[in-house]
C-alpha cells in the first residue's frame, strides 16, 4: 500500500505570508497526485489535480508542483479565506484501487 | 446546479447495518464514477469505496472489505453504500464525491462533494 505523508501538520501563518505544504509518497506515484482544501464542518474543495493542474475557479494563488515521492501545495500571498486543513491524495495504486489521503495541514492565523 | 445530496446517516448499535444514498442533480450521473469517503470526528479524510459509471467495477478500503457495498441506480441518479456488521470505528462523516471529467477521470481527482452525513455506531 501507498503510503502519504505531509510536512508540517500545521502551520500558524499571517495574510500575505507565502505558504509552502509538502506531501511525501512512500514510492513513485508519478503525477497522480491531487489536493483538496476543507474548511470546518464543510466538505472538501478539488484544488490542483494531476499535481499541478489549477481547478477551474480556483485562485491563481495556489499552485502545485511535484512527480514521483515529491509534492508541494504553495499559496503565494495568504488570504483570509485560505486559513482551512490541507489534504494530498494518490491516485497511482494499481488494482486493486486505493486512493490514499495523507494526514492533512492545517493552517492557521497567527 | 450540479448537486450530490447524501441521506442515510443515524445511530445504529454495533452489528448493526445502515444504508447511505448520495442524490445527484445537474449532470448526467450515468456519466461518472463515483466515490465514498469518511472523516471521523476530528480526523482526516479516508476513502472507502469506488464505483465506475455502469456500476460494473468497484473497489473497497481493506477496512470495509467485505462489511460495505457500494452500488448505484442510473435510472435514479442516485449512489448508495450498504453497510453491515458497523463497529465503533466506523463512526464518521461520509461524503460522496464525484470524479470529474477528461484530464481530471485520468487522475481521480473528485470534483464535487456532497455535505455529508453522520454515521454513529454506539450502544
Known amino acids: 500500500d501507498i503510503q502519504m505523508t505531509q510536512s508540517p501538520s500545521s502551520l500558524s501563518a499571517s495574510v500575505g505570508d507565502r505558504v509552502t505544504i509538502t506531501c511525501r509518497a512512500s514510492q513513485s506515484i508519478s503525477s497522480y497526485l491531487n489536493w483538496y482544501q476543507q474548511k470546518p464542518g464543510k466538505a472538501p474543495k478539488l484544488l490542483i489535480y494531476?499535481?499541478?493542474s489549477l481547478q477551474s475557479g480556483v485562485p491563481s494563488r495556489f499552485s502545485g508542483s511535484g512527480s514521483g515521492t515529491d509534492f508541494t501545495l504553495t499559496i503565494s500571498s495568504l488570504q483570509p479565506e485560505d486559513f482551512a486543513t490541507y489534504y494530498c491524495?494518490?491516485?497511482?495504486?494499481?488494482?486493486?484501487?486505493?486512493?490514499?489521503f495523507g494526514p492533512g495541514t492545517k493552517v492557521d492565523i497567527k | 446546479e450540479v448537486q450530490l445530496v447524501e441521506s442515510g446517516g443515524g445511530l445504529v448499535q454495533p452489528g448493526g447495518s445502515l444504508r447511505l444514498s448520495c442524490a445527484a442533480s445537474g449532470f448526467t450521473f450515468s456519466s461518472y464514477w463515483m466515490h465514498w469517503v469518511r472523516q471521523a470526528p476530528g480526523k482526516g479524510l479516508v476513502w472507502v469505496s469506488r464505483i465506475n459509471s455502469d456500476g460494473s467495477s468497484t473497489s473497497y478500503a481493506d477496512s470495509v472489505k467485505g462489511r460495505f457495498t457500494i452500488s448505484r441506480d442510473n435510472a435514479k441518479n442516485t449512489l448508495y453504500l450498504q453497510m453491515n456488521s458497523l463497529r465503533a470505528e466506523d463512526t464518521a462523516v461520509y461524503y460522496c464525491a464525484r470524479v470529474g471529467d477528461t484530464a481530471m477521470a485520468l487522475y481521480d481527482a473528485f470534483d464535487i462533494w456532497g455535505q455529508g452525513t453522520m454515521v454513529t455506531v454506539s450502544s
Open positions: 494531476a499535481a499541478s
Open positions: 491524495q494518490q491516485s497511482y495504486s494499481t488494482p486493486p484501487r486505493e486512493f490514499t
